[in-house]
Structure formats: C-alpha cells, structure tokens
C-alpha cells in the first residue's frame, strides 16, 4: 500500500511541478513598509546570528536572540515534528504563533506518535520533508506533495499553500498554487548565502499579511467559538455569515478547490441551536480572466436561472436560489514590498498571486503547456440541501435523480443553460422518503447556447468517472443534453457497484485521479505520462483477481482508454451487463438501480428506428450498406459514429430519457409512500 501511494506520489510531482522558478521567496515579502524593513533588520541579524554561532561556537544566546524579538505584531514561527516511520507521516509541521501568546520553551515541541495527523495539519501553514543520507532534495518531493494535500482538506481557509523539500544540505521552497507547485532552485544552506536566503523567508514568513501565508482573509476561522466567519459580495456590500463547518472540502491537491457551507446570517451563539439556511460555494474554476467575456460564469448562470425558474412552485428546493456573491477581490501588493498601508483591490487569480516574473517565468517554460486561468469565486444561495450520502435507500436516490434531471431539462428549455458536470457532488436532496426532492448545484462548468461559439465549448469538462464518452475524447461533436444523461447512466453504475454510504459495506470506492497539467510532447513522440504506463502494465494481472469490478477501467488509464472502455461497455446489452452483475448486493435497493440503468441505455443506445444511432462502437458504413463506396480521394470507407448520429436529435432522446426515468422515480415514490420510510437530520443541520 505504501509503495503505490509513493509511486502516485512521484508521478504527481513529474506531472505538476515547474522546476527553477525564481522569486518565489519574493511572495513572502510583507506589503506593510515597517512589517518590510523589519523584517529585513531582523533578518540581518539572525543571519549574523547564526554564521557568529558556527564560526565561534557561541553555546548560549538565548538572551540575546530573544532581545532580538520586535515589537511590531508578527508571529513566531514554531516547528513541531512527529514521531513514526518515515513514509507515514509529516516530518516538520510549521505553525506560526502570535507573539502574544508566545512563551520561551514552546519553538519545538513533540507531539508523540500517537497524535493524529489531521489535529495538526489544521494549525499548519506550510510542511517541511526531510531526506538524509545521500538521498537528493528530489525525494523529499513526493512526500511533501502527499502530505500538503492534507493542508486543504483540514483548512476551508486555504488559498494556496507552501512547502519545504530538505535533502541534505540542499533545500528547495516549494509553492503550491490552485494548478500546479513552483520550486525554487536549490539553496546551498551549507553556504552563508544559502543560510541567509532560508533565514530571510522564515522571517517574512513571520511578518508578512495572512493573504501572503495563503490564507483567505474574507473567511476567519474562529477556533475558540468553533465557527466560521464568511464575507460575501452582494451588490458592492460586504455581508458576513456565520458557518460551523464545511460540508464539502478541498480533496484534492489542485483543482477548483470546491468548499460548500451551509450558513446563517445570524452568528451562532453558545448553548443554541444553530439553524443555516444559506449555502455557500468557494471554488477556483477555470474561467476568462475578463469577466465580460466569462461565459461559463456561475453567479451569471444562477441569476439567469433565478429569474426563469422563480415563482414556479414544482420547483422549489429544487435548484440553487441565487442570493450574492462572484469573483473574490483581495486588498494587497504584488511581487512583495508593495509599501503603505493601503493597497491595490484585484481579483484573486491562480495568476494574480504571483509575481510579475513568475508569469513571465511561466509562459517561457518549455517543459509545460500552460496552465489554465483560474478565478476565485464565491457564491451564496438559499436552500440547502444534504450530499447524497445520507440517503436511506436507492429508491430515495432514483427519486432525487429524477428531480435533478427534470430541473435540468427545464433550465436547458427555458434559460438555454447546458449543465455539463453531472456528478455525485452535483446533486443534493432535502426531505425524506416519498417526499425526497432532488437539488442540481454546481454551474461553473456551465454553458448557455447563445454563447457556445465563443466558449471553449469543446473543453473536457466533468469528473472522471462520469464524463461521456465524447467529452473523454475531446469532443468531435459540441457538448450535448445526452452527454449529460450518459453520466447520469455512469453515476448509477457508480452507486450500484460502491454504494453512497459507509455503511452499506460495499465494495471500496477507488480514488478518483486527480487532473494533470499534461507534459508537452518529446522529439520522439513521448509526453506518456508515468501513471499511465505503470496503469496499463498492472491491468490484465488486474482483471483476473476475484476484487476486480468493470466499472474501474473508467478512471484507470488515459482518457483515450476509459472512452474505448465505456464504448465497449454500452455498445450490446451483454456487454452493459458485466457492468450491472457487479452491483453490490449489499446497496440498499440495488435492484432498482440495476434496472433503472439498464433501462436509461436502452434509451439512449438501442431504441432507435434510425439504425445509424444505435450501438456505441463506430463501424464501417459497408457493414450496413455493401454497395458504399469511398469518398473520391480517400482509399478508407467512411464511418459512422453512433453518438454523432445521435447527437443530431439530442432534445428527442433526452426527452425520452427524462419521461422513463420519471415513469420509474413515480413507481419508487409509491414503494417509499407504503413503506412511510425516513431518514435522520445530517448533524451539519
């Protein structure tokens, strides 16, 4: 287990990290002009310190290292390292401790191997790996990559994060922004220069505004109350609200980053019930950086829908009421020593947070495509809805689909929004039993149809497991109503094969792969990724274990691979069945999900008078007509592809899927109205 979680380990750092950036150091610098030459002063004179330390082996100072302390309000910097093997836990956590609360005896502590990780990752700002003996400051990499991806799941403040890589007398500092890490070329510290540029970065560190450490200053963590405090643009204003955790979490090391509170206006107050009735979604979506022209824009989409859907009672809770909120804007300076008080307010991009010639540093890299723009946006909307995995059974699910399709038909019929990103963390429920309504969040992969010819409307767009197949092969045709039934279809699978809760006891849920920035192409026509290679040659020993479920080729290679592999899944009902003989007998009402998805393909793939719409797999026109011949020009008989063919009616299947999926949801609710079933509050309510 170890070694795969090590060998992941090193291939997302081949995948994601841009090596030799300089300047990075330079994001630390403190925007405050006396926080700046303080800690320019004070840098100096640890330096001092220390070289004075080396070269006349001084045994005590503490007197006059602890004089050396400013007034200016800064933080302490404390290191606190763990006990147990080392490919199991973080070697060096660093916290920074206000001064006042700082007391002689406390810079280093050991916590023992018995404290858990997750305590102190959330007081961490940034992690330190360690590697000795011989071993490069390379190896260091893999571990500090794993272990910082704890750092945004605990904190729900978390913007972007920093780390340390020690291997030997080599250290590398190392940024990890919303797409990708940044390394710093190699400090010597084995050098007095090397000494003094490490020293000067613990120092900023100590002196610089929170925004600089990575941390959100429009969402203050209140540890001692235990609730969040939330600011949210709505029309100019700033409003606060109050949250007492996240519902969903940061899970992965790049991405959107997604967080969602459930929040009130009112603050909570010790001893009372706390009862939200706001959602809000914090997120780093690709997006254009000029916000005239972002067309996948979330507020945008849900004032659209707001205005279409509101006053339509059949469709209450069923949607995301747009209440506030867009792109978030940050007070500060850029490339550090910006000076003043004041500051310029800019958007917060995976661009803005960095340094003029970092960008620059970045577009002259000839490793890596450039990665996308990312905007931090955060929404607010009323109703609030629970994650499908407290649902009691899968007739609650198929109900909850059913409202979740239908509210995405109507806002494709009546506001020409296309979804995109159907996914098991898109759809949300309120209720219980025969009156369970499902909720579509999430639009920022969003697309209107009056704007699909200016948008990337050709962009791979969804979580992995559930995308369709021609978004997986990058879209020979634009994205369709049918895209998202297929991974309507690809969910159910999904929760028939590993459930939705832990305690169905059904088979474990793989990890799904995070997103890579993928290499460009060598001479020789490599740019195959290590994961990839190292996925294909386990596979067929794979398949032949008793453990081994269909449903995992879709996350398991490239992309390429998990298209032929759902090609071949849906294409003949046999086929489609090794996926449905695999759900777990142990899900809750797993016969009706069974049924459900054999159903919704034979909608989508068999019931066809055209003959060129069924089936999956592209096939050779000759095949239906022996009398066709090439085209002039070309020795290759032409092909027919079923989903471009389908695609051409796309309104009128999906129609046809919605009105089967609700002939089947209206059966359940009749089995749920004579079992009268109902499920608990969730304790976030």
């Given at each position: ?62 007197g ?12 302490i ?35 023992g ?24 400051v ?18 729900y ?18 940024f ?21 540029q490490?020293?000067?970065?613990l ?21 001692t ?60 979506p ?13 507020s ?28 978030v ?16 307010v ?17 577009d ?8 996308p ?131 169905d ?5 793989p ?19 290590q ?26 290679s ?93 309104e ?34």
């Amino acid at each position: 287990m170890h070694s795969t979680r090590k060998q992941e380990a090193m291939e997302m750092v081949e995948d994601y990290i841009f090596r030799g950036i300089e300047g990075i150091m330079d994001l630390a610098i403190p925007d405050n002009k006396e926080a700046m030459k303080t800690a320019s002063e004070l840098g100096s004179s640890i330096s001092a310190l220390i070289e004075s330390l080396l070269l006349e082996d001084i045994a005590d100072v503490s007197g006059d290292s602890q004089s050396k302390i400013p007034e200016h309000k800064c933080r302490i910097l404390k290191a606190v390292s763990a006990d147990g093997d080392d490919d199991s836990r973080v070697d060096i956590y660093l916290n920074l401790v206000p001064v006042a609360q700082y007391t002689i005896g406390t810079l280093a502590t050991n916590p023992g191997s018995a404290e858990r990780q997750g305590p102190m990752l959330k007081d961490a700002f940034a992690l330190v790996e360690v590697k000795t003996g011989g071993q490069g400051v390379y190896a260091a990499l893999p571990q500090l990559f794993r272990y910082t991806r704890g750092i945004y799941a605990e904190q729900y403040h978390r913007r972007f994060s920093w780390g340390i890589a020690v291997g030997g007398k080599y250290v590398q500092i190392v940024f990890f922004g919303p797409n990708y890490a940044l390394a710093s070329p190699s400090i010597n510290i084995g050098q007095k220069e090397g000494r003094a540029q490490l020293v000067m970065l613990l120092v900023n560190w100590s002196f610089c505004e929170s925004h600089r450490l990575g941390y959100d200053p429009d969402i203050v963590c209140h540890t001692t109350s235990d609730y969040y405090e939330i600011t949210v643009d709505q029309d100019g204003s700033p409003t606060t609200y109050y949250s007492r955790s996240a519902v969903v979490s940061a899970e992965r090391l790049f991405g959107r980053h997604t967080r969602c509170f459930v929040a009130s206006a009112d603050k909570p107050v010790p001893g009372s019930v706390f009862k939200p009735d706001i959602f809000i979604k914090d997120a780093w979506p690709e997006a254009a950086e000029d916000a005239a022209i972002d067309y996948r824009d979330e507020s945008r989409h849900l004032q659209r829908i707001k205005g279409a859907l509101c006053g339509d009672d059949s469709f209450n809770d069923k949607y995301p009421e747009y209440h506030g909120g867009g792109r978030v804007k940050i007070e500060r300076h850029f490339g550090g020593g910006g000076g003043g008080e004041g500051g310029e307010v800019a958007e917060d991009t995976s661009m803005s947070i960095l340094s003029k010639s970092i960008c620059e540093q970045l577009d002259r890299h000839s490793q890596r495509k450039k990665p996308p723009l990312r905007v931090h946006k955060r929404i607010c909307t009323k109703g609030i809805g629970k994650p499908l995995k407290f649902a009691n059974s899968g007739l609650e699910i198929i109900c909850i689909l059913a409202d979740a399709m239908e509210c995405h038909w109507e806002i494709y019929r009546r506001c020409g929004i296309l979804h995109r990103d159907i996914s098991t963390n898109n759809i949300l429920f309120s209720g219980s039993g025969s009156r369970v309504k499902g909720m579509l969040i999430d639009f920022d992969h969003a697309i209107c149809k009056k704007d699909k010819d200016m948008a990337r409307n050709f962009e791979r767009t969804g979580t992995l497991p559930f995308m369709s197949i021609n978004n997986l092969e990058g879209g020979k045709i634009e994205h369709s109503l049918l895209d998202d039934w297929e991974s309507l279809i690809y969910i159910i699978c999904w929760i028939g094969t590993y459930g939705w809760r832990r305690q169905d006891n059904a088979a474990k849920e793989p990890d799904i792969p995070e997103r890579r920035i993928v290499s460009k192409p060598t001479e020789s026509g490599g740019g195959k990724s290590q994961r990839s290679t190292r996925i294909n040659q386990e596979k067929d020993s794979q398949r032949n274990k008793p453990e081994f479920k269909w449903i995992s080729r879709w996350i398991d290679s490239t992309l390429s691979v998990c298209a032929d592999s759902k090609r071949s899944d849906l294409h003949e009902e046999e086929l489609f069945l090794r996926i449905t003989k695999q759900f777990d007998s142990r899900v809750p009402s797993y016969k009706h999900l069974k049924y459900l998805a054999r159903e919704l393909r034979k909608v989508l793939i068999d019931n066809h008078r055209d003959i060129n719409q069924r089936g999956s797999v592209s096939r050779l026109q000759s095949e239906e007509d022996p009398f066709a011949v090439s085209s002039p020009g070309n020795e290759d008989l032409d092909t027919v592809d079923p989903f471009v063919e389908r695609h051409k009616d796309a309104e009128n299947i999906a129609g046809r899927m919605l009105d089967t999926l609700k002939d089947i949801a209206e059966k359940a609710r009749m089995v749920l109205e004579k079992e009268k079933g109902t499920i608990g509050t969730p304790p976030f309510l």
